[in-house]
């Protein structure tokens, strides 16, 4: 069974750092896209970025680019989401999912599975 | 604010039929393909329909995708009170130099 395991709630402060993981299993984790989404409070999805284990290539949204960094290690099958410096807005819902992403004819891109989520919220 | 627009509600009783819209350009829907998602209260999403019209295994009859020019649209038939839940539609927008993945408005089924 494909499946994508995150790691549990975290609760920091405004200023603090904060690692978050999503380890994948029953499938090649080096072969296929991990994206992020956030989900703020009562809100829609948000497409953070995405990134290929395989060779660690990394696309971010623009809204994201410079406030998180996407990483991944492929010799534990797990990737990261990560902020240097929390902000109260920072609390939300955060999802991984496997991406199958390709090009023909348009782009072709589809999220599927998706973790449980991580619930991160960031309050004094 | 999302570049695709669904409607913030739809409702039926249960057995009719429901249909979402999705809403975009060319940029996005008009020339990449579709997939919807559907979101059960406090759960992660769920994917319903890729590539338009494509349902993955397990994923009955009663839910089907099209897409016309730069719109899309989920139908679900049968309507069950299971159904309740938050629906999105996402598909890859062109609009930047990089490009990026862009998720609709969400739509919430009441189920009367």
């Known amino acids: 069974e494909v499946q994508l395991v995150q790691s549990g709630a975290e609760v920091k402060k405004p200023g603090e750092s904060l690692k978050i993981s999503c380890k994948g299993s029953?499938?090649?984790?080096?072969?296929?896209?991990i994206g992020w989404v956030r989900q703020m409070p009562g809100k829609g999805l948000e497409w953070m970025g995405i990134?290929?284990?395989?060779?660690?290539?990394?696309r971010y949204s623009p809204s994201f680019q410079g406030q998180v960094t996407i990483s991944a290690d492929k010799s534990i099958s797990t990737a990261y989401l990560q902020w240097s410096s929390l902000k109260a807005s920072d609390t939300a819902m955060y999802y991984c999912?496997?991406?199958?992403?390709?090009?023909?004819?348009?782009?072709?891109?589809?999220?599927?599975?998706w973790g449980q989520g991580t619930l991160v919220t960031v309050s004094s | 604010q999302s570049v695709l627009t669904q409607p913030p509600s739809v409702s039926a009783a249960p057995g009719q039929k429901v249909t979402i819209s999705c809403s975009g350009s060319?940029?996005?829907?008009?020339?990449?393909?579709v997939s919807w998602y559907q979101q059960l209260p406090g759960t992660a999403p769920k994917l319903l329909i890729y590539?338009?019209?494509k349902r993955p295994s397990g994923i009955p009859d009663r839910f089907s995708g099209s897409k016309s020019g730069t719109s899309a649209t989920l139908g679900i038939t049968g309507l069950q009170t299971g159904d309740e839940a938050d629906y999105y539609c996402?598909?890859?927008?062109?609009?930047?130099?990089?490009?990026?993945?862009?998720f609709g408005t969400g739509t919430k089924v009441t189920v009367l």
């Open positions: 996402g598909t890859w927008d062109s609009s930047l130099s990089a490009g990026s993945y862009v």
């Open positions: 999912a496997r991406v199958v992403e390709y090009q023909l004819l348009g782009f072709h891109n589809w999220f599927d599975p």
């Open positions: 990134i290929y284990p395989g060779d660690s290539d990394t």
């Open positions: 029953g499938y090649s984790f080096t072969s296929y896209w």
């Open positions: 060319s940029s996005n829907i008009g020339n990449n393909y």
């Open positions: 590539d338009n019209n």
